[in-house]
Structures are given as C-alpha cells and as structure tokens.
C-alpha cells in the first residue's frame, strides 16, 4: 500500500445468508482511494455499490450479512479487525459518510443543531456553547441560509435540498480523512443536485479529503470524480480514470449506462438500455448508439391532434395561517392561474424545481385535490363542476401513475389484486376470469411474466413496481394518463427501459399524456409540447424543440444549465 492510498480494498466478499440460500452480492473487488482524491463508484440497484461502502463503514449487520475474505485497509490497517469500539472513535471522526434519503437519517425529535453539534461534542470534546457556534460555522460553509436562526430547526422545517446541506454539514464537521457519499442527489432537484455537487468539490479540496461518490448515473459524476469504479452485479467490470471512461468505454456495461440517459443533443426515436449492449450473460452485442435514428422535428399535428384537456386559470390555494376566530390570513399559492392546452395523442411535458406547483397542478386537473378556483374542460366538460358520482365515471378515462411505486401498491395485495380492483370499480370484464386473463396480458404488455399474478409487491425491484403500476392504470382502457415524476426514483437504465414502454403504449393504444418530472432532458426525450413552472405559474411554454433551442425565461436557461453533461 503506497503512502498516496488513503483507502485499499483487496479481494472483497460479501455475502447475505437467508433461510433457503446465500446471496454474493460482493464477488471479491479490489479498488484503491488515492489521498485527496474522488472516486466514483458506479452501479445500478443490486450492483452491490452500497453494500461495499457500509462495508468500510463496518454498518452491515452481522447477520445475515457476513464477510468470507478480504480486507479494507485504510491507513494501512485492517478495518475488518477492528472491534467495535475502536469503529465507534473512527465513524464520524476519520471516514464520514452521507446517506442517500436525509429525511430518514436526521432524528425528527431533535433540532438540526443538536444532531451536528453532537457529533462535535463526542468527537472533538467541545462545549456545548462551543459545538452550536461550529455548528453556525458548519451550516454557513454549506450555503444554510440564516444559519445562526436555522440551529432550532427541526429537519421538516427544511427543504429536501437543505437537509441534505445538513448531513454534509455533519460528515465534514470533524474534517474527516475520508467521506462517502452515497446517491447524496438521487431525489434532488437538478439545480439543487448541481449545487449540491460543487459544495462536494469546494469542499474537498477545502479539506483535502478523498471522497468515495456512489450513484447509478455516469453523468453526475463526470464533473466530480477523479476515477470511476464501474459494478455489475457485485463484481467490478470497468475502473479508469474519468476522461477515459467516458471517450472510450471497454465494457458493454459502462456503454449502456452512459448511453441510456437522455441527451440534449440527440433525440432518438428509443433511449438504448444495457440489453441493447450486452447479452445476460454479459456478452456485447455489437450495438453501435450511431445506427439509431433521430427525429430531427416534432411530430406534426393533424385534425387526429384535437385539443382535448384545457387548463384555464387554474388556482390552487393552501391556507397558511389563521387568526384566533380561524379566518385565513394568507394562503400558500401553490398552483397560481395557470393556462394550458393538451391535444390527443400527445404528450405535454411539466417542468420545474420541487415546490413549483407541478404535482398540485396534476392532481387538480384529476380533481384529487379541488383547485380554489378556474376550469379543468376535458373533451367539453368541466371537470371541476362535476359530483362525485361524475367523477366516478370520469376516472375511467383519466388516470395517474404515481412517483414512488412502493408507496402506490398495497404491500398485502398480490399483482392479481391489484390489477384486477379497478376493473371490478368500473365494472369491466364479464368474470372474475376474464380480469384475471386481461391482467396477464397487461403484465406482458409492460414486459413482466403472466406468472408473476400471484405474488407480492416487495418481491419486486423499483423499476418492476413501476411497471405494474403502469399495468393497473391501463386496465381500465384510459384514454389520458398523469405520469407524476413515475420514473426519477428509477436507476438510469431501468428509467430509459419505463421510458421506451410509456412511448409504445402510447402508439399502441393512442394514450395522452401529461408528464410531471423535474429533468429537463427527460421530459426533452417524451414530450412534444413544455410548459416550465416556477412558483405556480407557467413561465414559458412552447414546442420541445424551441424550448431546448432557444430558452426565453432565465429560469428555463437555469434548469437547462444545471443538467449534468458528461465529458
């Protein structure tokens, strides 16, 4: 181990033990962290990219999980041999670690000041006094606003974006040798995923720390990582260092994840996906990303494109505060007169940052949440003077997926169920049979076995649920689909593969859609027309072409600008 290796891990083994089998999902990887250095650590879901950073933090619990062989050296000595207590006093001191979901990670009992200055207190012997006034300090250098005022907070009082400024503000707070980030922007917005990312970098060369980045996305770490670790299925297929990694990838693998996320520059008629590249069994396949079309103009429209939703000054409004007699003093302007049009067959895209009013706007337009005022025509009638047994009706027709597929399907619901539930609402199908037989052929429809109707949702991965979930909303034939950000929690190859599927189905079956997200270049690949929110109004809209081509808001500009590039 040379005196410029912060951290070497040699022939690492993980395993997880169950009840009927042993699963490897760490096959014996070697890597190093040279000092002062970032290395990206590259993967999709169950790659075992995770995995092996709890591993050097000695966070797995033993069991079921169990290291067979290996060692994980930093500074030269065995972290694998050290009892418990000695990686007590090196957690949080010498190797910091960031977590993906800050929500989850911050105690919501305790204020955000409390928790930082904790970690100063155990390891540093400060003073309480002491530890709040670092703390002030810590918040500031991570860009907190107010942070003298945002030391009594509770992590609710907080954005997504700024709990996270929280973790990195408690993994740098004893200068750590050594700090591991893992998918620290996944579920962050791109401006506050690109703010995020130069904070990392400010904040490395700061402190001269070695930064181990996990994420599933090439792009993100193209402008932060020194070298690139690139995982497959707990084995390392690929490692360099940045530059070359992305002009001359080996590895079938590492060409389809820097192939399958959206571009700016080209639009093909279908995104590539890793089984583009290469065979199950981890052969290439010769596919070449040049051979793929490209549509050079939108679609144009026909007299088939009628107009068949309009949006005329929607105004969605929250009460924020009330006086003692519980007359409203202000309101939360979520949605704030919005105009838009929607023809059929295709797809209007809804940009903007978290808060902006895009997911308030889709689930006014469905009426899950009844707008304050304004109408909602679709195909010549208002929506938002309909009852509740009109909607019943109209429920058929227009329907939502949402973000997060854990949360959208009942966990003790089989796939059966689950499918067949809104058939039975609206009385389709002559037969509990002929549902179950039109929920198989669904099932097929978005690329899953009709054999799965049996089992459970927690026996499938995120990019599955979401496909059942796509399944339950076609089956009931609607005409008009929501997609509200279905695919931004979804790993960048299965997001391309969802993607691919939402653009067939709609061939197919002549499917509407409004497509929530807040990544630009995602919505660039699916929509025809873009509407930008930002504060509950639409501040530009226009075909995805012009959009792209030539921005008019500076808001728009910021987005774009805030997309990660690659090399």
Not at 385 to 410: T, V, W
Request: net charge negative.
């Amino acid at each position: 181990m040379s005196n410029d290796t912060l951290l070497k891990i040699e022939d690492l083994k993980i395993e997880f033990h169950t009840e009927d089998r042993i699963v490897n999902a760490v096959k014996g990887i070697s890597f190093e962290i040279p000092k002062g250095k970032t290395i990206g650590l590259v993967g999709e879901s169950g790659s075992g990219k995770s995995v092996t950073s709890l591993s050097v933090m000695r966070l797995l619990p033993e069991p079921p999980a169990k290291i067979p062989s290996g060692k994980i050296l930093f500074q030269g000595e065995n972290l694998l041999e050290k009892t418990e207590e000695q990686m007590r006093r090196i957690r949080g001191n010498k190797v910091s670690m960031i977590f993906q979901e800050p929500m989850t990670s911050l105690n919501p009992l305790f204020t955000i000041g409390d928790q930082v200055a904790e970690v100063l207190m155990l390891h540093k012997k400060m003073t309480k006094q002491e530890a709040i006034d670092k703390t002030v300090d810590l918040f500031d250098q991570v860009g907190i606003p107010d942070p003298k005022g945002r030391v009594n907070s509770y992590p609710h009082e907080l954005s997504g974006g700024q709990r996270q400024r929280v973790m990195i503000a408690m993994a740098i707070a004893c200068e750590p040798e050594l700090l591991i980030a893992d998918e620290p922007t996944t579920a962050l917005d791109v401006t506050i995923q690109k703010q995020i990312l130069e904070l990392l970098a400010n904040l490395q060369k700061k402190y001269g720390m070695s930064v181990l980045f996990i994420t599933h996305d090439l792009g993100v770490i193209a402008d932060i990582a020194d070298e690139v670790v690139v995982m497959y299925r707990g084995d390392i297929v690929e490692q360099g260092d940045t530059a070359s990694i992305f002009k001359n990838a080996q590895h079938p693998y590492t060409k389809g994840l820097l192939a399958c996320r959206p571009s700016l520059e080209k639009n093909p008629h279908r995104l590539p996906t890793v089984s583009d590249f290469m065979t199950p069994d981890g052969k290439e396949t010769g596919f070449s990303v040049e051979d793929q079309k490209v549509i050079k103009a939108n679609r144009p429209i026909t007299d088939e494109n009628p107009v068949i939703l309009e949006i005329k000054d929607i105004k969605t409004h929250f009460p924020l505060e009330k006086n003692f007699f519980g007359s409203v003093q202000s309101w939360v302007k979520a949605v704030d007169g919005v105009d838009l049009e929607v023809r059929k067959g295709r797809t209007l895209g809804v940009v903007g940052e978290s808060g902006c009013g895009k997911t308030t706007l889709g689930r006014s337009i469905l009426r899950l949440i009844n707008p304050t005022s304004g109408q909602v025509i679709y195909k010549g009638e208002d929506i938002t003077a309909m009852n509740s047994s009109e909607l019943r009706d109209l429920r058929r027709k227009m329907q939502i997926i949402f973000q997060d597929p854990y949360a959208s399907l009942n966990p003790r619901m089989t796939l059966a169920s689950a499918i067949i539930e809104p058939m039975q609402i609206h009385n389709l199908g002559g037969s509990r049979e002929e549902r179950i037989q039109r929920a198989g052929d669904l099932l097929e429809k978005v690329g899953l076995q009709r054999d799965m109707l049996n089992r459970y949702p927690h026996e499938f991965s995120g990019g599955q649920r979401q496909r059942i979930c796509i399944a339950r909303a076609l089956a009931v034939e609607p005409e008009f689909i929501i997609c509200d950000e279905s695919v931004s929690a979804l790993d960048v190859s299965v997001q391309a593969q969802v993607l691919n599927l939402l653009m067939d189905l709609q061939e197919e079956f002549d499917l509407t859609y409004i497509f929530i997200s807040h990544d630009l270049a995602v919505v660039k690949f699916i929509a025809d027309e873009i509407a930008v929110m930002n504060k509950g109004k639409v501040v530009e809209y226009n075909d995805a072409v012009n959009i792209y081509s030539n921005p008019q808001d500076a808001y728009t500009k910021k987005l774009l600008s805030a997309i990660p590039k690659g090399l």
